[in-house]
T-cell receptor, first 111, second 118 residues
């Protein structure tokens, strides 16, 4: 079974609004990564956050990690129509080990 | 950044035939590569871990005789779907573990191969 669960499964917002997606996992991790996938395409790596980190930023993206709650969130600020995609979290329990993916959140940003 | 390619990007084959998918790390060496499968509107499911020079490690429920993996060099891993059936139709994605950056090993994903078995 998948390590991670994401919510919401689907999110629809207007351009300019913020989008928040959450990911929960079950076992201890070394790091957690967020990926984006456009329909029918491969994955684009967004951010990697290590287990000893609590927050990371990259442009309009903000990722938090709460290892006590085994959860992470991805915030996209000032969303654009081009942000429409599926977003997945993936956990690794070793630094270079396999990634286990969450179920994903489908984000639709309406222009 | 590091680039991983896959070939072919899409393939249609007849039931009962075999299909080989290649995964290459273009500008780095990867001792470890992973193969994932993704069905429509679902997440990625890990099929196997491919280690250069040794046998692949398959996840529970994945038939190793049906999905043959060969990691013969540090830049190439291949997945062969043998005796393909329509239920094998899926999006197959590989990833390669890149060199460490700031102490972390990122996984770089290929663009995926869409397999349709008729």
């Amino acid at each position: 079974s998948q390590q991670g669960e994401e919510d919401p499964q689907a999110l629809s917002i207007q351009e300019g609004e913020n989008a928040t997606m959450n990911c929960s996992y079950k076992t201890s991790i070394n790091n957690l990564q967020w990926y984006r996938q456009n329909s029918g395409r491969g994955l684009v790596h967004l951010i990697l956050i290590r287990s000893n980190e609590r927050e990371k930023h990259s442009g309009r993206l903000r990722v938090t990690l709460d290892t006590s709650k085994k959860s992470s969130s991805l915030l996209i600020t000032a969303s654009r129509a081009a942000d429409t995609a599926s977003y997945f979290c993936a956990t690794r329990n070793t630094n270079a080990g396999k990634s286990t993916f969450g179920d994903g959140t489908t984000l639709t940003v309406k222009p | 950044g590091a680039v991983v390619s896959q070939h072919p990007s899409w393939v249609i084959c007849k039931s009962g035939t075999s299909v080989k998918i290649e995964c290459r790390s273009l500008d780095f060496q990867a001792t470890t590569m992973f193969w994932y499968r993704q069905f429509p509107k679902q997440s990625l499911m890990l099929m196997a871990t491919s280690n250069e020079g040794s046998k692949a490690t398959y996840e529970q429920g994945v038939e190793k005789d049906k999905f043959l993996i060969n990691h013969a060099s540090l830049t190439l891993s291949t997945l062969t779907v043998t005796s393909a059936h329509p239920e094998d139709s899926s999006f197959y994605i590989c990833s390669a573990v890149g060199p460490p950056t700031s102490g972390s090993y990122e996984q770089y994903f290929g663009p995926g191969t869409r397999l349709t078995v008729t």
